[in-house]
């Protein structure tokens, strides 16, 4: 594990007190006076002893910036209680500064050896006095901002040293040509090296490519381990300028379960793209199958059914007079189902016709023009029904003009089909909807209930089995019409009090 650098016993304690103090001894009150005087101002604090002994006892538990201390006092003089502070391995190296009234050389050399720093004379210059201690406070107080800087330093070093530790993948941080300075446990565990035996080795015993990348971010290369095994790595890169060069952190992944999973996913997706191609073709061939059925029923049976009709016709002519009424009644069964399946197999050929338009590109339709076609070609079913139908203002869209008559003759029919007690009244109008023309073909019938409304539009759906005419193509056919036209069909009833049917389209030009 990564250890954080720490602090000597001695910078922890002098950082904790920011201080700074000035320890005066001198046996004389008034000398103490005359110092305090002097010296006021330069420090934080002046704390002022009679006696070694006392010096000594404020110095267990305070750090000053220097000691001036007299030379001649009582019990214990200052060179004594020089060499006892001098001791300590705290005060090893604070500035003691002896004052004295007389010179001697002994005196001298005994204070020096002792560690002094200087020496005063008596009587004190106030000025000299206060300008040394001032040098030796600014040396303090840079000392102090010199700790505290390398405190800080410390405890960066510690949480950054934490979150390397703490990071889930491997992480190495090398100088610009690769040499590692640093790893972290992850990166043992990864690469199965010790890191004393990764620090100062290039990077590219673990990553073998990696002088080829530059700064590349996110770049995936082949690692290798110390057994010799390769496994594929994602590695981000991040550089950082500093005084001593440019260092590099170096993020390593083992992403070999991703790229097994990636493999499986492309394997996945090719098989089911086989499949689904298989089923495509599969389907392509059976619709067209069941397309060239339907289109063979709906044309090729119609041919025998015509021939059904015509002498189920000419027998009940000529046996009308002699058959029995239930010889009758027989045959006009035999041509009344032969009708009806003649126009099934018609609806059901138009609805083929009309689900094959797709070679047909969508032009410019107008949906007014397309409305009145479809009235006139049912101008003999409206005028019998006596039907009332009102064409509103309609647009322009983008859609096939055969496809959209089919579309309102089938709707305009249907409407007059299912009519209720009172005339058929319809009425066509259009409207803009979320980008979107709705056209919209009401009536006064007599209503689908909502459960049905999904079904009629299915092939052969009629909710009235017999009892109204037609093949339960027409909403089938309108449906596929519209959709080939790019829009969807609905209807809106209670059930009730008539219906309302809506198909969209997107008007001519629009994206």
């Not at 500035?95 to 009234?101: A, M, V």
């Not at 409207?431 to 019938?445: F, H, L, M, T, Y």
């Not at 027409?474 to 049917?501: D, H, P, Q, T, Y």
Request: hydrophobic letters at 40%; proline letters at 4%; a negative charge.
């Amino acid at each position: 594990m990564l250890k954080a650098a720490a602090l000597p016993p001695e910078m922890e304690n002098t950082t904790r007190d920011r201080s700074i103090r000035l320890l005066l001894v001198d046996d004389d009150p008034a000398n103490l006076v005359s110092l305090e005087a002097t010296l006021q101002g330069v420090a934080d604090e002046l704390v002022s002893v009679q006696s070694g002994h006392d010096a000594l006892r404020q110095l267990l538990d305070q750090e000053f910036a220097a000691i001036l201390l007299d030379v001649k006092m009582p019990e214990m003089d200052g060179f004594e209680t020089a060499e006892l502070i001098r001791q300590r391995k705290r005060f090893r190296h604070t500035p003691i500064l002896f004052l004295t009234g007389y010179r001697s050389d002994d005196h001298l050399f005994r204070g020096y050896d002792l560690g002094a720093v200087d020496f005063l004379f008596k009587p004190i210059v106030p000025e000299i006095l206060r300008s040394k201690v001032t040098v030796f406070v600014e040396l303090a107080r840079k000392a102090k901002l010199l700790q505290q800087q390398a405190q800080t330093l410390a405890r960066a070093e510690e949480r950054f040293r934490s979150l390397l530790e703490a990071a889930p993948d491997a992480m190495l941080i090398s100088t610009e040509d690769g040499t590692i300075s640093l790893v972290n446990s992850q990166t043992e565990e990864l690469f199965g090296w010790p890191r004393d035996l990764l620090l100062g080795r290039n990077l590219t015993m673990l990553v073998p490519d990696w002088c080829h990348v530059g700064r590349m971010q996110g770049v995936e290369l082949r690692a290798l381990r110390r057994d010799g095994t390769v496994f594929p790595a994602d590695l981000t890169f991040s550089p950082l300028q500093t005084d001593d060069g440019l260092l590099i952190t170096t993020v390593v992944r083992d992403i070999t379960e991703r790229k097994q999973a990636e493999d499986s996913i492309r394997f996945l997706n090719a098989d089911l793209e086989r499949r689904v191609a298989i089923r495509t073709a599969e389907l392509t061939r059976s619709n067209e199958a069941m397309r060239q059925f339907a289109w063979a029923a709906s044309h090729d049976l119609q041919e025998p059914l015509r021939m059904v009709l015509s002498y189920s016709e000419l027998l009940e002519r000529r046996l009308s007079a002699e058959a029995s009424p239930e010889i009758v009644s027989f045959i006009r069964y035999i041509a009344s189902g032969a009708t009806r399946l003649d126009t099934l197999l018609t609806g059901l050929r138009r609805y083929i016709q009309t689900s094959e338009a797709g070679t047909q590109d969508l032009t410019t339709t107008d949906c007014k023009a397309a409305a009145e076609e479809a009235v006139r070609n049912l101008d003999t079913l409206i005028t019998n029904e006596a039907a009332t139908v009102t064409i509103g203002e309609l647009p322009v869209v983008a859609g096939i003009p055969v496809l959209m008559v089919q579309v309102f003759q089938n709707l305009i029919s249907n409407a007059i089909r299912y009519r209720s007690a009172q005339p058929p009244s319809i009425h066509i109008y259009a409207c803009e909807q979320d980008k979107e023309v709705v056209i919209s073909i009401a009536d006064n019938g007599m209503g689908i209930d909502p459960r049905h409304h999904g079904r009629i539009f299915g092939v052969f759906r009629r909710l009235h089995g017999d009892e109204r005419p037609g093949s339960g193509m027409g909403l089938a056919i309108c449906k596929a019409a519209v959709e080939r036209m790019g829009g969807r069909i609905w209807v809106e009833s209670n059930g009730s009090s008539g219906s309302v049917f809506r198909f969209s389209a997107s008007r001519a030009g629009a994206n």
